[in-house]
């Protein structure tokens, strides 16, 4: 029976010796895995503000609620969702938001989840929430979703304001990945990646800024 044109195809491509394989290179050493920790935190900040983020560095959790306060002021703000991770708790800013007159909204005070969506997306002027990992090279924060952390919180409003501990930046996308997948029994579900403001273009290139998320990003460095 006479060989298919596929057959003699695939039969050519098992012929051929493994040895004939042309093996890609070690790719160079990223510069930033050689930086030092304040090198790292220096890179980070260039990287996100040509992204046109912005990021405020504080102290501690006392200066990052002056400066949400600051803020705040500046943006007009009088409704905000947050998440209920470990770094937005600790900053107790349900408390901060009645002594401002400011209402402070997690997922948890609402029935539902179309409730909370409506919300999220209507009525929340910022969302608040801490962050997992910084990445230096690229100015991008990652964050892990699970109960405390829904992602619409950082996706969904106008404005984004991301706190994030200067101890929790990492040169590189692997490492960040890395250490999120470390802990085999608290796997992450859904991770985001976000490099400044939400961002598309149109069929001739021109970009546009928070067409599918916020328009503005700050994020507070804390330490």
């Not at 600051?70 to 900053?91: F, K, P």
């Not at 801490?130 to 090279?137: C, L, N, P, Q, T």
Request: net charge negative; charged share 25%; proline share 5%.
């Amino acid at each position: 029976m006479e060989q298919s044109a596929r057959e003699e195809i695939l039969g050519r491509l098992r012929g051929i010796p493994k040895t004939a394989v042309d093996h890609r290179p070690d790719m160079p050493p990223l510069r930033e895995r050689s930086l030092d920790h304040e090198e790292m935190i220096a890179t980070f900040i260039e990287k996100l503000t040509l992204e046109e983020g912005v990021v405020c560095r504080v102290r501690d959790g006392r200066e990052a609620v002056v400066r949400i306060t600051e803020i705040a002021a500046e943006e007009g703000l009088q409704r905000v969702m947050i998440s209920t991770d470990d770094v937005v708790a600790s900053l107790d800013l349900p408390a901060w938001g009645r002594e401002q007159g400011i209402a402070v909204l997690t997922s948890r005070d609402f029935g539902d989840r179309d409730s909370f969506r409506d919300a999220v997306f209507d009525e929340a002027e910022a969302g608040i929430t801490g962050v997992d990992y910084a990445v230096a090279e690229s100015g991008t924060l990652v964050i892990a979703h699970d109960t405390n952390q829904p992602r619409l919180v950082s996706l969904a409003p106008i404005m984004h304001i991301a706190l994030v501990s200067a101890t929790r930046i990492v040169a590189t996308y692997e490492q960040a990945v890395e250490a999120m997948y470390a802990d085999t029994e608290h796997i992450p579900s859904h991770v985001t990646f976000t490099t400044g403001p939400s961002m598309t273009a149109d069929i001739q290139g021109r970009p546009f800024k928070g067409m599918h998320g916020p328009r503005r990003l700050t994020v507070i460095l804390i330490g």
